[in-house]
């Protein structure tokens, strides 16, 4: 079939529309993260630097954590997502189903000093398919308002109705209420795993739990607890640190956190398995694991860096006069007796413990 | 010649109204019965493990389930084991055998990734040495329940149910309940509403068939701008009535009518849902009932007053029955809609006003257990069948007038 040139020009525009929308493709990227002032704080903390020194414009989409949608579209081979900030337990499974790429090749920056990253980095950050990027905690907090008498200071206090009477908030799923329990019952945090293990460890941690469940409110999102506290709804409740922070500094709620028993994870970085923008999100991935963009999301909400080179260079809130160190989950005064979750032990028991649960409750 | 020609007429005089129909039937077939298809065979087909360890499945049907399997069941499953890390569907089959035998999720992709960089001779042996869980039977017996394409599982699971490895189907214990005690208490909460419903809606239904017509109109408004409004604005609105610092037992604290030590749990509990779903469902059973009611003539309460019937005797032996069409669909679609009630539960319900949906939500949603998310729907499926049937046999659906 021949084609007269008259003929073939008509295409040139077409051609080169083609070529103009793969080269804006290339210069795109979706990142996809938990939204509210964590996006924000991600946004200003090193999205921004990383668009103006790479001229690679980024798309921010939130969601709500969990393998739901990645996996939806990566079964219905529909792919348009590239980054996303997730949890380790969820790395971990999705790891494993396939649903992220393989980034254990990455070259990921020195820190400022010059330390490699594989040694700059904590213990376990880097995975086959994920790298870490930052501490939260879930501790237990309350409104210094709305505290009569000696504010608490351990787990213990959490449990004991008796000296401090009131409502409690807990998320509503086994993770992080099993080891508070179990912690409050008098078992080191070292060994909470090894007891959680045994059959007589669960019911343990359950009895100790059925002490306070006509008290407790089940919170979902983490939206609740500073809302429930603020209303003077609870008298304390378990609650991730970012939140409570945001509602003491931003909103002068006189919130305190007890960081006494509080439970560390992980948050961490992947790339969606056939990422429409794969060198890209690539780039980003090391741009935004590098010491200088974990201290910048530590400059706006306190989370913590999980590079060694990270903490020391953490210094002040980027609008307001606040000291971020005191904040942190690993700052030294906060990390006298916490617990690491544990990732693997939850990806092989949630689902039993939270039928369990859920029956626990409903009973 | 004739006859045939009445035939083809008859024939097209059918087809124009099918022809008509049938986007409807395209819709109906694409947006609810596939869908419901594919929801009713996942609940009993989960082929995942049976795809990806066929070999390994079909040695493990002579295994005698006594001692720990052989070398060459252990040599099958390393290779297909080893496919599946390529292929990366190894998870879905550890998230299979874990839901059956709980703690062994870590065992596959660990034992495959180890056996890649060793370069074993004797696989039986350096599988059990990087994780002893191999030498136990009961994960070998998980594998072969996991590789069945057909399964009651989670039938059998959805009603509080399991079969014992060695065949015989009995309750989980006792901790592990919770599925039958929620179809109970979802029926329960529907029946309540219903009658909630039913005395709250009728004396207004009533009231807006026998006033006057600018204010039956004026009624009618007041309860369909609810109907109107965002469940979620609905839902969310009377928790700020009924939480505990909230607007009621600010005013009955005020009234010093309670304590401020002793402000009532209006909502995170039972009656919170049962508040909120009344005032959500109203609309239901207001909406037929007034139909009803509005074509009932006026002349026949004066026929029974002039016969003598005093007001209460006219309502309950000529009004009311009249209007019982009216009450029995609108009944009927507020409990329907009770049994699938999602959202309201789960904003004002706390724990101990949860519904069966919410657990549908939850293994859709979290748990990724879809299979087990079917199961649960089809059975609410059968018990509103079976509720319509009830219906049917005692009351008569012609007996059910929408106006």
């Known amino acids: 079939m021949s084609s007269s040139p008259k003929f073939r020009l ?39 630097a990383f668009e103006e020194e ?82 939260y905690a879930t501790a237990i907090a309350y409104n210094a308002d709305n505290m009569p008498g000696d504010p608490p200071t351990s787990i213990t206090d959490f449990f004991d109705l008796e000296k401090y009477p009131g409502r409690r908030g807990m998320q509503r799923r086994p993770l992080n209420n099993l080891e508070f329990a179990i912690m409050a019952d008098g078992v080191p945090t070292e060994e909470v795993y090894e007891v959680l293990s045994t059959e007589e460890g669960i019911q343990r941690a359950f009895r100790k739990l059925d002490t306070i469940k006509d008290q407790v409110i089940w919170w979902e999102t983490g939206a609740q607890p500073p809302q429930m506290l603020a209303d003077r709804e609870v008298l304390m409740s378990t609650a991730w640190n970012g939140r409570i922070f945001n509602a003491q500094v931003k909103e002068n709620q006189p919130f305190v956190i007890m960081w006494d028993g509080h439970i560390r994870d992980t948050g961490a970085m992947a790339i969606v398995a056939g990422a429409p923008n794969l060198e890209n999100a690539r780039k980003f991935v090391a741009f935004a694991t590098s010491t200088r963009g974990m201290v910048g999301v530590a400059s706006h909400i306190s989370y913590a860096p999980v590079r060694h080179s990270g903490l020391p260079r953490v210094g002040k809130h980027a609008t307001e006069d606040v000291e971020m160190k005191p904040h942190l989950p690993t700052y030294s005064e906060n990390s006298k007796k916490f617990l690491l979750s544990d990732v693997i032990w939850w990806s092989e028991r949630e689902d039993e413990l939270t039928e369990r649960f859920n029956s626990w409750l409903a009973r | 010649m004739f006859g045939r020609n009445n035939e083809t007429n008859a024939i097209a005089k059918r087809a124009v109204p099918i022809g008509l129909a049938l986007p409807l039937v395209a819709f109906v077939s694409i947006t609810f019965l596939i869908p419901l298809g594919s929801m009713v065979l996942q609940s009993f087909h989960d082929p995942e493990v049976a795809e990806t360890l066929p070999n390994t499945l079909r040695l493990l049907q002579d295994w005698d389930d006594t001692e720990i399997p052989n070398a060459e069941v252990f ?22 055998v874990n839901r059956i035998a709980s703690g062994t999720r870590s065992v596959f992709a660990k ?35 996991a ?17 014992a490895p060695d065949g015989p189907v009995q309750q989980v214990s006792e901790d592990q309940r919770i599925y039958n005690s929620l179809y109970l208490r979802t029926f329960y909460v529907a029946l309540t509403v219903t009658l ?38 609905r839902t969310t609105s009377w928790l700020v009535l009924l939480q505990n610092q909230g607007v009621i037992n600010d005013i009955l604290v005020w009234l010093g009518l309670v304590g401020d030590e002793s402000r009532l749990a209006l909502v995170h509990n039972m009656t919170g849902t049962l508040i909120a779903m009344t005032h959500v469902l109203l ?76 657990m549908i939500a939850y293994h859709i949603q979290n748990s990724l257990n879809w299979g087990l998310a079917a199961a649960i729907s089809v059975i609410l499926l059968v018990i509103v069948f079976a509720c319509y049937f009830i219906f049917d046999r005692f009351v008569g659906l012609d007996k059910l007038k929408l106006g």
């Open chain 1, 10 to 48: 008509l295409f040139l525009p077409v051609v080169a529309l083609m070529a103009s929308a793969v080269a804006i493709a290339e210069e795109t990227l979706t990142v996809v993260s938990f939204g509210g002032s964590y996006a924000q704080a991600c946004v200003d903390g090193y999205h921004k």
């Open chain 1, 54 to 135: 790479t001229g690679i414009k980024i798309k921010l989409e939130d969601y709500n954590g969990g393998l739901a949608q990645i996996r939806a579209q990566v079964d219905a081979g529909a792919v348009h997502w590239d980054v996303v900030d997730t949890e380790s337990a969820p790395l971990q499974t999705g790891c494993d189903e396939g649903v992220f790429e393989y980034i254990d090749d990455l070259e990921l920056p020195p820190s400022p000093d010059g330390v490699p990253a594989e040694e700059d980095f904590f213990d376990d950050m880097l995975t086959e398919c994920g790298v870490g990027t930052l501490v």
């Open chain 2, 75 to 96: 040599e099958s499953l390393a290779d297909e084991l080893n496919a599946a890390l390529e292929a990366r569907t190894i998870g879905k089959v550890a998230t299979r």
């Open chain 2, 111 to 145: 034992t495959a990734r180890r056996l890649q960089r060793m370069d074993a001779t004797d696989v039986k042996a350096a599988m059990i040495e990087i994780d002893d869980r191999w030498t136990d039977t009961s994960l070998w017996q998980a594998i072969r329940t």
């Open chain 2, 147 to 163: 590789g069945y394409r057909f399964t009651s599982r989670h039938y059998l699971q959805s009603v509080d149910l399991k079969r």
């Open chain 2, 196 to 233: 909630l419903c039913f005395l709250v809606g009728y004396p207004i239904a009533y009231a807006i068939a026998s006033v006057g017509e600018s204010l039956a109109k004026i009624l009618l408004i007041v309860v369909l701008i609810p109907f109107w409004t965002s469940l979620l604005v």
């Open chain 2, 283 to 358: 609309p239901f059973m207001i909406l037929p009932m007034y139909a009803v009611m509005r074509s009932i003539p006026p002349a026949y309460m004066r026929a029974a007053a002039s016969l003598g019937a005093n007001p209460i005797q006219s309502f309950i032996r000529v009004y009311f029955p009249q209007s019982l069409p009216g009450v029995s669909a609108g009944c009927m679609l507020v409990f329907i809609l009770s049994l699938g009630y999602y959202i309201t539960p789960a904003l004002v319900g706390g724990t101990k006003g949860q519904l069966i949906s919410n």
